[in-house]
């Protein structure tokens, strides 16, 4: 998807586990780099990410259920291209399906694969080092970190 305008990319809670994106962000940033690059994430990820010139904007996730619809509505409403789920977790995968994005790309995992257009394989047996393995997530548009 080389024409991509709008990208969302999903990392939710852990300060380590946000600031293990940035060698994502910056290979999708090259990969894309006039494009909207918004981070959705929670508080403590804001912090960690307030002062990265390669992203467009943070987007705090909502903190209750009752804030969620309205949320869901106006990320529709940003029109995203493309969405990259690195948290892997229920609410996350279904938040990047209800975001309207035409590519949406995640873990395969039982249950949430659904909710992705490309679901990649994550081996459980590799230890690997975490930001090698967020970036595993661009591999299927020819993009390496």
């Known amino acids: 998807m080389k024409n991509a305008r709008e990208i969302l990319v999903i990392q939710l809670k852990q300060f380590g586990d946000v600031l293990c994106c940035t060698p994502f962000i910056k290979a999708l940033r090259k990969a894309f780099p006039e494009a909207n690059i918004r981070f959705l994430t929670e508080g403590i990820g804001a912090k960690a990410l307030s002062k990265n010139p390669l992203l467009s904007e943070i987007i705090l996730f909502p ?9 869901i509505m106006k990320m529709r409403t940003l029109r995203f ?3 990259f789920d690195l948290s892997n977790i229920p609410k996350t995968a279904f938040t990047a399906f209800l975001a309207g994005a035409e590519t ?7 249950g949430r694969s659904i ?18 393995t967020k970036c595993r997530l661009l591999a299927p548009f020819g993009i390496s970190c």
């Open 63 to 71: 903190k209750t259920i009752r804030e969620y619809f309205p949320f």
């Open 81 to 83: 291209d493309m969405s």
């Open 104 to 110: 949406r790309t995640g873990f395969l995992k039982p």
């Open 115 to 132: 909710f992705y257009t490309h679901a990649v394989n994550k081996p459980e047996h590799l230890k690997e080092y975490m930001p090698l």
